[in-house]
């Protein structure tokens, strides 16, 4: 079934909290795997590429896309012998429901000014 507005609600009763992360942020599966997985502590990257089994090179681009998008946090911690390791995780719980719940009165309000429009003198 293709993913859309319409079938948000039977999802969401459904449990499918992936799909609704998909539709409203524009996230791929892999990224709310990640999501999810370094929400409940700090991860490194070798952690998390052994988690969604990817390599590191894809690991790292998936989480920049991820940092650019604003749901982690990354933190560069100096090693005790020398050298640095990079470790993320995931922005608060709070901060992406504000964010979801403004995501809807977004589309609330597109909708509601598509249906409030006369669609006969709508361009083509």
Known sequence: ?????????GVIRNGG????????????PIHVK????????KRTTKEISSH???????????LQSME????????????PYGGIRNTYSG???EKIKNRLQRTVKEV???????????WENMPE
């Open 68 to 79: 650019m998008q604003g749901i982690l946090n990354k933190e560069i911690e100096s090693l």
């Open 52 to 62: 969604v089994d990817r390599d590191r090179t894809t690991t790292v681009r998936l």
């Open 108 to 118: 609330e309000s597109a909708v509601n000014q598509l249906v409030n429009q006369d």
């Open 91 to 93: 922005i608060p719980q």
């Open 17 to 28: 909290r992936c799909d609704i992360f998909e539709c409203l942020f524009g996230l791929k």
């Open 34 to 41: 990640i999501y999810f997985y370094i929400l409940k502590q």
């Open 1 to 9: 079934m293709k993913k859309c507005l319409v079938n948000l609600p």
